[in-house]
């Protein structure tokens, strides 16, 4: 079946530094992904809307400066976080569609983002 | 807007009890979809089901059924015979199709003791 895979798995890094994650969907091609945040105990919030060929779109509150969204190919997202601080420690995931077949969201297995 | 609402923040059970989980939406959409994943420790999210808003009917799937109720805005999911390894946090969500955004419900944590 379709796989959307991230990378790292886990990261941890010193404040005031950038972190890059990748979201890959492995067996399939994925104009649109989505990125989300989820703190600890808490649900998943949206945090943008990834497009091939375009810019990203932001939901309301999130800093587009800080977190840099790139899908620069039909399988390939990437989220980076600039300049880090201990407060963007969270559990960051992606999710891609798959339009045919089953018509439904992939999620990828999560990236676990530290900072000191 | 979207809204879901999952009131039940943690359950407790013990093996082999029936078990619902309760899901409440809103939205103004004719055309949506529902869908229930669940979170084990390891923080991947499982994809259980998938319902759109046409298809009121009930599925089962082993020991996993789903209530869908049009008339009051829920789509419960129900465990039946629980077990340990159903332990996880599950989360209930909804997108005006199934290609976009999805809004998540707070989550219930579900613990199943032996």
């Known amino acids: 079946g379709a796989v959307v895979s991230q990378h790292p798995s886990w990261v941890i890094c010193k404040s005031g530094t950038s972190v890059k994650i990748e979201c890959r969907s492995l067996?399939?091609?994925?104009?649109?992904m989505f990125w989300y945040r989820q703190f600890p105990k808490q649900s998943l919030m949206l945090m943008a809307t990834s497009n091939e060929g375009s810019k990203a779109t932001y939901e309301q509150g999130v800093e587009k400066d800080k977190f840099l969204i790139n899908h620069a190919s039909l399988t390939l997202s990437t989220l980076t976080v600039t300049s880090a601080h201990p407060e963007d420690s969270s559990f960051y995931i992606c999710?891609?569609?798959?339009?045919?077949?089953?018509?439904?969201?992939?999620f990828g297995p999560g990236t676990r983002l530290t900072v000191l | 807007a979207q809204k879901v609402t999952q009131a039940q923040t943690e359950i407790s059970v013990v093996e082999k009890e029936d078990v619902t989980l309760d899901c409440v939406y809103e939205?103004?959409?004719?055309?949506?979809?529902l869908f229930w994943y669940k979170q084990p420790p390891s923080g991947e999210l499982v994809f259980l089901i998938r319902r759109n808003s046409f298809d009121e009917q009930n599925e089962i799937s082993g020991r996993y059924s789903w209530n869908f109720q049009k008339s009051t805005s829920s789509f419960n999911f129900t465990i039946t015979a629980s077990q340990v390894v159903d332990s996880a946090v599950y989360f209930c969500?909804?997108?005006?199709?199934?290609?976009?955004?999805?809004?998540f419900g707070t989550g219930t944590r579900l613990l199943v003791s032996p």
């Open positions: 999710s891609a569609p798959r339009v045919g077949g089953t018509d439904t969201q992939y």
């Open positions: 939205t103004r959409d004719t055309t949506y979809y």
């Open positions: 067996d399939f091609q994925a104009t649109t």
């Open positions: 969500a909804l997108t005006d199709t199934g290609f976009q955004k999805l809004v």
